[in-house]
């Protein structure tokens, strides 16, 4: 099983900085397995949960429109942290880590809620 402990989030002022990180553990295992993707996905009130950022064991990344040049997702083994620059209202949501393995399965984070005040 994977255990995925979240941090970072809050309150925080229309053009601030926020940081959000991810680690993820893996139990049952005497070795350290790199999981094959890490990243974040939001949901904010009365919408769908929408990708935000992604990226592999290889390092490639992605992210979804509104976000780029504002956020930067990165990863040290296991653990996987977005950075999100020049904030705006419109990304005040709860925030949720997303993993999945090699073997496809795939887990969430309980998730961080993230507001950006006018």
């Known amino acids: 099983q994977v255990q995925l402990v979240e941090s970072g989030g809050g309150l925080v002022q229309a053009g601030g900085s926020l940081r959000l990180s991810c680690s993820a553990s893996i139990t049952g295992s005497q070795y350290v397995q790199i999981v094959h993707t890490m990243g974040w996905y939001r949901q904010a009130p009365g919408q769908q949960r929408e990708m935000v950022a992604l990226i592999d064991s290889s390092r490639r990344k992605s992210y979804e429109d509104p976000v780029k040049g504002r956020f930067t997702v990165s990863r040290d083994r296991n653990t996987v942290f977005l950075q999100m620059n020049s904030l705006k209202p419109e990304d005040t949501a709860v925030y949720y880590c997303?993993?999945?393995?090699?073997?496809?399965?795939?887990?969430w984070g309980q998730g961080t809620q993230v507001t950006v005040s006018s």
């Open positions: 997303y993993v999945r393995r090699f073997s496809g399965e795939t887990f």
